[in-house]
């Protein structure tokens, strides 16, 4: 049922969904979406890594929301380590920055203060109630809150435990509120503005350093928090610099500013992560769900990868099984098109993390199933803008050969992994086999829906010596061996390749189509 002259066969999506068997098992074990995992207390170590790699892991994730450097470095030097020691694809590393916040100041004791619903109290932004906040008065840390915020708005504290309604602009420093819900006053809790444009700066100094720390530590990706505009991401690349240029940004749209706009940040950041915690505080939950699937469709679009994240199987914490909402809502944001999926405290702290990476692989595995890879890629491919360049071309031929063939996969040799990337934007059925002598393409192309990078141990060769065509069957063969060795590929089956006319970037514009096997069919010729 999943190969592509299945697919061919049952072109439309109703003619796919009805033709769906519950009972169906993947013959290979070829998951199309990443997992991303948090490490935390509860898996930071080399051991612990390696399991969650051999349950489905992809992309190790440090939230510097919490943690010091020295515990940052452990992960990172984990991470590596467990690479080493394990074989297998290479473990991309993620940066997860901390974001501009407002955060509320410090009770005397920090004891907390409780307030019922419907009594009034200021917030303010006086700094004498930084370490006093109590029931009257309440400190806030953000100073231009009484310029951009209106009377009738809601501020939101600690996740929406509290919710106040704004009565009046006292002063420059003074908003009079009422409290909406019983609850507690308490230390250095986190503030939402629904429906308000903050005027924060993109990066604190503490996310600035956080990111030279990245920078000196070779992570692969950047998850940047409360991005608003395309601006921001052009900051961050600055920020990274020169040493830092093929460090991928992912920009988390976590509320109303961001999601009004996306287009714009969209050309300008690497991939998007619809960072549905903040955002489901900072909008109503109620729209959630279409902002996600409005975002993950201009991701498809434009093929950028895209991350579906927060709360995907909460429940996993501390319940060796999920609910059966969680599940759905994992099947979901694949079916819709996302490129990745990620855990947050149930891999960080929780007591089931190597049962969560399981249970998000096989519920992704069952759900990439379920995808009407033929309509998909007719609607993607009608949708591209003409005249279309070169490698997406090229790109789109070899999906369409890959169908006609039912090809085993797709074989990219790429530097940079564009041309991997822009493959994966058109949904092949078959598995993408991204060969690579670059490092970092080969950790971070983990964004990329269905691509599985591998990295060339050879360096490049002097081509005024040896022949081009010959340094591209041995990275091909190398791939092909690579690719059975790891079960998704089988011996006999036909191979769509992309190669170069010659090295380096930006030169893809070549398909050939070979069997799986040793001398690529040569010896016949």
């Not at 049952?10 to 074990?29: D, G, Y």
């Not at 407002?102 to 307030?115: C, L, M, Q, W």
């Not at 955002?279 to 434009?302: D, H």
């Not at 971070?444 to 340094?471: A, M």
Request: hydrophobic letters at 40%; aromatic letters at 6%.
């Amino acid at each position: 049922m999943a190969n592509a002259l299945d697919h061919l066969e049952n072109r439309t999506r109703l003619e796919w969904l009805s033709s769906l068997n519950t009972e169906f098992k993947p013959a290979k074990a070829y998951r199309r979406t990443s997992i991303i995992c948090t490490i935390g207390p509860k898996t930071n170590s080399v051991e612990k890594i390696n399991i969650l790699r051999t349950a489905g892991l992809n992309v190790v994730r440090m939230n510097f929301s919490h943690g010091s450097y020295e515990y940052h470095q452990s992960v990172i030097d984990h991470a590596r380590e467990a690479e080493k020691i394990q074989a297998g694809r290479p473990l991309a590393i993620a940066l997860d920055t901390k974001g501009p916040e407002i955060r509320t100041g410090n009770t005397p004791g920090d004891k907390d203060i409780p307030i019922s619903a419907g009594a009034e109290m200021n917030i303010t932004t006086d700094e004498k109630y930084a370490t006093a906040s109590d029931d009257k008065n309440m400190y806030l840390d953000y100073k231009n809150i009484t310029k951009v915020i209106e009377k009738g708005r809601t501020i939101y504290v600690d996740d929406g435990i509290l919710s106040f309604e704004v009565l009046d602009i006292v002063d420059d420093k003074t908003i009079r509120v009422k409290c909406l819900n019983n609850g507690n006053i308490s230390s250095k809790k986190g503030v939402n503005l629904p429906r308000t444009d903050v005027d924060l700066p993109a990066l604190s100094e503490k996310d600035k350093a956080d990111l030279r720390f990245g920078v000196k530590n070779n992570v692969d990706m950047v998850f940047a928090s409360f991005i608003r505009r395309a601006e921001d991401i052009l900051h961050i690349r600055e920020v990274l610099g020169e040493e830092g240029k093929e460090i991928q940004i992912i920009a988390k749209i976590e509320n109303q500013q961001g999601v009004n706009n996306f287009d714009e940040i969209l050309k300008v950041t690497d991939g998007v992560m619809v960072a549905r915690g903040d955002l489901g505080i900072e909008i109503p939950p109620s729209q959630v769900f279409v902002a996600q699937k409005m975002m993950i469709s201009k991701c498809n679009r434009v093929g950028k990868p895209v991350i579906c994240a927060t709360q995907m199987l909460e429940s996993m914490t501390y319940n060796p099984r999920p609910t059966r909402a969680e599940v759905s809502d994992v099947g979901n944001a694949v079916l819709d098109g996302a490129d990745c999926v990620m855990l947050s405290g149930e891999t960080a702290k929780g007591n089931y993390p190597k049962e969560a990476v399981t249970m998000m692989h096989e519920t992704c595995l069952m759900a990439e199933v379920a995808i009407p890879y033929v309509s998909l890629f007719d609607e993607l491919r009608s949708l591209v803008p003409r005249p279309t360049d070169t490698t997406e071309s090229v790109a789109m031929a070899a999906v369409s050969a890959s169908l006609e063939l039912a090809a085993g996969a797709i074989l990219v040799l790429t530097t940079s992994g564009l041309t991997a990337r822009l493959v994966a934007k058109f949904r092949p059925v078959c598995p993408i086999i991204m060969v690579t002598r670059n490092p970092h393409a080969s950790r971070y192309s983990h964004l990329y829906r269905g691509v599985y990078p591998f990295l060339f141990p050879e360096s490049k060769p002097d081509f005024s010596v040896t022949n081009w065509q010959e340094d591209v069957d041995r990275r091909i063969k190398w791939g092909i061996s690579h690719a059975i060795n790891l079960g998704v590929l089988g011996k006999g089956d036909s191979v769509v390749c992309i190669q170069g006319w010659k090295g380096g970037r930006g030169h893809t514009n070549t398909l050939r189509i070979v069997p799986a096997e040793e001398d690529l069919g040569l010896a016949r010729e």
